[in-house]
């Protein structure tokens, strides 16, 4: 009963025996998701370090379902679904951008303190994220090295490698409503990341010259803008974070570092989209 009332408390009909029902816990598999952070280190923060990149892993694993999804109704023409799709995309990208200020939390010496424990792992070696930057275009056969190890993280990122990219998708979509694509460009061997070609700006430009009668198309193309508009946001962030964290130390994936995550600012994944900028 309410302390102070003869009603009944609010709760009071709340479902409170789940020895035979499924409750939020079983429904979510808490018990092995809130099990799954193991630090390495004696480190306080270590715990943040672990949750920050496994909250972003399942962010991308949503990322993924999303732009497959969006890939295959581009696929089928099926724009209206493919933007809801991209939209949701473009939101969990600014969802993992916010993410940073709480990472930039930790500072040098909190680092410095757990890093000798990740020997050489980093991002680098995550396949969901090179999945990602596959299925967007920006294909590198040398990345599936790292996954060489394990045939199942392997075949997921030779499959992205392997299959169209949604950009892709889109390209062969402007040819299928009559705009002029080169055969070269149609044809091109699909484990090749995306490279800049004229015929695709020229069909974009007439898209965003003539809006209302090419309405799917210019919102596609501008959904595409939105999600790379994130991106960069991303790689920013990243590159900004890792500064203030570790400086212009190498990378324990071996790299140089931020030298290196700066050169990633530079790429271009919907080459055409931007350019046409210049020139409409
Ligand atoms: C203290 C925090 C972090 C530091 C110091 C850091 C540092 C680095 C460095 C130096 C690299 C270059 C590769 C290497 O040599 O290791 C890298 C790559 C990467 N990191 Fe981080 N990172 C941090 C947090 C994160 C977080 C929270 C994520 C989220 C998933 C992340 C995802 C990635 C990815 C995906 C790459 C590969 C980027 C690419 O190849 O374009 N990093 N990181
Ligand atoms: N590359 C980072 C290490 C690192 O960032 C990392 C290590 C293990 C798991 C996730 C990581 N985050 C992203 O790269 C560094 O050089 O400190």
Same mark, same amino acid.
């Given at each position: 009963m309410c302390p102070h009332s003869e009603e009944p408390a609010a709760w009071h009909d709340a479902s409170l025996d789940f020895s035979k029902d499924m409750s939020y816990?079983?429904?979510?598999?808490?018990?092995?998701?809130?099990?799954?952070?193991?630090?390495?280190?004696?480190?306080?923060?270590?715990?943040?370090?672990i949750i920050q990149h496994q909250t972003s892993e399942l962010w991308m694993k949503l990322m993924l379902h999303e732009l497959r999804a969006a890939r295959d109704h581009i696929g089928q023409s099926l724009l209206g679904p493919s933007f809801k799709m991209l939209a949701r995309v473009s939101r969990i990208m600014d969802q993992l951008v916010q993410a940073w200020t709480v990472l930039a939390t930790m500072t040098p010496p909190e680092?410095?303190?757990m890093r000798p424990y990740l020997?050489?792992?980093?991002?680098?070696?995550?396949?969901?994220?090179?999945?990602?930057?596959?299925?967007?275009?920006n294909k590198n056969a040398a990345m599936l090295s790292p996954h060489a190890h394990h045939p199942e993280r392997l075949a997921h990122v030779q499959k992205a490698l392997e299959t169209p990219s949604l950009y892709e998708g889109a390209i062969q979509l402007l040819a299928?409503?009559?705009?002029?694509?080169?055969?070269?460009?149609?044809? %091109? +061997? !699909? *484990?090749?990341?995306?490279?800049?070609?004229?015929?695709?700006?020229?069909?974009?430009?007439?898209?965003? %010259? +003539? !809006? *209302?009668?090419?309405?799917?198309?210019?919102?596609?193309g501008e959904k595409l803008v939105d999600l790379e508009d994130s991106f960069r946001q991303w790689r920013f962030r990243h590159v900004t974070t890792v500064e203030r964290i570790i400086g212009f130390k190498r990378g324990t994936g071996g790299t140089d570092g931020v030298s290196y995550l700066r050169k990633m600012l530079d790429v271009v994944l919907f080459p055409e989209l931007w350019r046409l900028r210049t020139n409409l």
């Amino acid at each position: 009963m309410c302390p102070h009332s003869e009603e009944p408390a609010a709760w009071h009909d709340a479902s409170l025996d789940f020895s035979k029902d499924m409750s939020y816990s079983d429904y979510l598999a808490l018990d092995q998701l809130l099990a799954a952070q193991h630090p390495l280190s004696p480190e306080h923060n270590e715990m943040l370090f672990i949750i920050q990149h496994q909250t972003s892993e399942l962010w991308m694993k949503l990322m993924l379902h999303e732009l497959r999804a969006a890939r295959d109704h581009i696929g089928q023409s099926l724009l209206g679904p493919s933007f809801k799709m991209l939209a949701r995309v473009s939101r969990i990208m600014d969802q993992l951008v916010q993410a940073w200020t709480v990472l930039a939390t930790m500072t040098p010496p909190e680092y410095t303190a757990m890093r000798p424990y990740l020997g050489k792992s980093s991002g680098f070696q995550s396949y969901q994220y090179r999945e990602i930057e596959f299925i967007l275009g920006n294909k590198n056969a040398a990345m599936l090295s790292p996954h060489a190890h394990h045939p199942e993280r392997l075949a997921h990122v030779q499959k992205a490698l392997e299959t169209p990219s949604l950009y892709e998708g889109a390209i062969q979509l402007l040819a299928r409503k009559g705009l002029a694509i080169s055969a070269e460009r149609l044809n %091109r +061997d !699909p *484990t090749k990341g995306t490279e800049y070609d004229p015929s695709v700006e020229a069909a974009w430009l007439q898209v965003y %010259r +003539d !809006p *209302t009668h090419y309405w799917d198309l210019y919102e596609l193309g501008e959904k595409l803008v939105d999600l790379e508009d994130s991106f960069r946001q991303w790689r920013f962030r990243h590159v900004t974070t890792v500064e203030r964290i570790i400086g212009f130390k190498r990378g324990t994936g071996g790299t140089d570092g931020v030298s290196y995550l700066r050169k990633m600012l530079d790429v271009v994944l919907f080459p055409e989209l931007w350019r046409l900028r210049t020139n409409l």
